[in-house]
């Protein structure tokens, strides 16, 4: 499984568009990208996946270069329930043991 | 979405008892469900891979003795926490394989364990 680093931590205000950036150097070709959010005290929840250039929902956008070694998490205007930890998971094609890294903790501020 | 959901919501129990979280998948049957402790301020750890009707699948360092798994049926998996201390307190999560392919997992609520 492709290890994935990630920032840390971020801030933001409400309204601002935020990207987080997740490194996947050892991506395989048939592994897919997902990103799972977490609240405090639940479970992960689904928010995007792609396997490469853009894909966009209802939550959010998913930028992936041709190389496929990065991709950045775009949340647009965020608002204060969007603080949260964001993981980045490579995970194999019809595969679903997912190996979580540190994540992302994303404050949002007034 | 599929819905996952774990009972109970949270549990104390004293040292040396045995705790039964249960995992369902309520509106799709599950094959294969996964089982994560989660410490606070950490990631999720997954611990065991769970198998409908057959034995789970530990991952290293997880003690098959003392976090007992059973998936019994295709909507439901049980952690069984043996001789709880209070080491074992944490956040317990489970996860369903919506499909054979698919690639979206779906998450339980979570069980907050609490051993005094």
């Known amino acids: 499984l492709a290890k994935t680093t990630q920032p840390i931590s971020m801030d933001s205000y409400e309204g601002q568009e935020v990207n987080i950036t997740c490194s996947h150097n050892n991506i395989a070709t048939n592994d897919y990208i997902t990103w799972y959010q977490q609240f405090p005290s639940q479970g992960p929840r689904f928010i995007i996946q792609g396997y490469k250039t853009k894909v966009t929902n209802e939550v959010a956008s998913l930028f992936i270069p041709a190389d496929r070694k990065s991709s950045t998490l775009s949340l647009p205007r965020v608002s204060l329930s969007d603080t949260a930890v964001y993981y980045c998971?490579?995970?194999?094609?019809?595969?679903?043991?997912?190996?979580f890294g540190a994540g992302t903790r994303l404050a949002v501020h007034p | 979405g599929a819905v996952v959901s774990q009972h109970p919501s949270w549990v104390i129990c004293k040292s040396g008892t045995s705790v039964k979280i249960e995992c369902r998948s309520l509106?799709?049957?599950?094959?294969?469900m996964f089982w994560y402790r989660q410490f606070p301020k950490q990631s999720l750890m997954l611990m065991a891979t769970?198998?409908?009707?057959?034995?789970?699948?530990?991952e290293q360092g997880v003690e098959k003795d003392k976090f007992l798994i059973n998936h019994a049926s295709l909507t439901l998996s049980t952690l069984t926490v043996t001789s709880a201390h209070p080491e074992d307190s944490s956040f317990y999560i489970c996860?369903?394989?919506?499909?054979?392919?698919?690639?979206?997992?779906?998450f339980g609520q979570g069980t907050r364990l609490t051993v005094v």
């Open positions: 998971l490579v995970l194999s094609g019809g595969y679903n043991k997912l190996i």
């Open positions: 769970s198998n409908e009707g057959s034995k789970a699948t530990y």
């Open positions: 996860s369903a394989e919506y499909g054979t392919g698919d690639t979206e997992a779906f």
């Open positions: 509106d799709f049957q599950a094959t294969t």
